[in-house]
């Protein structure tokens, strides 16, 4: 069985038109989460499934979408543990994508921004390639003996945290300030605004997780 | 001698008016950094002190600043391993205040907020309240055995995520969901969305340090 390729996750946050022309989305799944669902049905595309406590769609096309796909919602409490778009996480996670694309996930809200980064871990720990797509920014994880690649692309900064308290052995290839086993600490952000200047950057790291961080302006 | 309460940063992200009523401004002392000087001088506040590289500033500004306030003016290199912010955060601490309010630092690029976010534990390291005081987030990090109070207010969402891998002895007094010696580990943010239900609420911590997010839509 060839492995499904990938599963997008279209959250709130600030959604654009730009994610729609992203590559393969019709070979995909498609999971909208809460508001994510307006935007889609909104743009003509109907999700594989829909996620959310959907406190925040209108309730007229809440009604519209449990007639016509009541085996694809999945409706939850609005007071629960989890994040609506966690769930949608676990529910692509069991999907066995090699790659899990949220688009949305960023906005003003920060709270949401940095629980969709902690939700990223769930999906790099069970293998699958994971990043958060958003309108300045795009977002990774890295876990302990892994590396990345990362396309040299319009996001023209790319920025590395540690994610842990230490993280080591941190390696930057093709990148403006290159690094060789390096060692960051939190609360020491010496990673931020590098460049890439080959075709792409591969970032590796020994022992911790790190965040990466595209960004434009 | 008395000890100064209050350093304020106004550095790059979204500044808005609203942050010049807040409490005491006159009473402390201010420091600009790079767009955050063009800012405050547009809004009729010559900082105590001016921070950056200033590429982002107006360079007839900049020539004025030099000639009145040379003793006042830091400027560095614009490749070095410091943010601009980072880099008025450690002469805010050299100040040696009860408190460093930190006013913008949030704003679309993400990579520059969790930067600020880091910079926030070098001030608490040195007993030093610290906050990011953002449009729609107020941001601050608590350390190992210590608590802070947290007043009821428009933010109307209180949000804590673990900041190190694990933290332990998580309270939450005064809130909707309270917490008694609670644990938290990285990709599992639990901590969204609570709110305060009395006049303040107390979140302390046994081992680790924690992010709080305050936030409003």
């Not at 694809?72 to 790659?99: F, R």
């Not at 960023?106 to 699958?128: F, M, P, Y």
Request: hydrophobic share 40%; glycine share 8%.
């Amino acid at each position: 069985m060839t492995r499904l390729k990938n599963v997008y996750i279209f959250t709130g946050g600030t959604l654009t038109d730009e994610m729609l022309s992203y590559n393969n989305l019709d070979e995909g799944i498609i999971i909208g989460v809460d508001r994510g669902v307006d935007w889609l049905i909104n743009h003509g595309i109907t999700p594989d499934y829909f996620v959310g406590d959907f406190d925040s769609i209108d309730i007229v096309l809440l009604e519209r979408i449990k007639k016509y796909y009541s085996n694809k919602v999945k409706i939850y409490p609005s007071e629960k543990d989890e994040t609506d778009t966690e769930l949608a996480m676990q529910l692509a996670i069991s999907l066995k994508p090699q790659n899990i694309i949220i688009f949305g996930g960023t906005g003003s809200r920060l709270d949401h921004v940095i629980a969709n980064v902690h939700i990223l871990l769930q999906a790099e720990r069970n293998d699958i390639s994971s990043v958060i797509y958003g309108t300045n920014n795009r977002i990774r994880v890295l876990l302990s003996g892994k590396s990345k690649k990362i396309m040299k692309s319009h996001f023209s900064y790319v920025s590395i945290f540690p994610f842990t308290e230490v993280v080591a052995g941190v390696t930057l290839e093709g990148f403006k300030y290159p690094l060789v086993k390096g060692v960051m600490k939190i609360g020491f952000p010496y990673g931020v605004s590098n460049e890439i200047v080959e075709d792409n950057g591969t970032i590796s790291l020994d022992t911790g997780i790190l965040l990466i961080i595209e960004s434009k302006d």
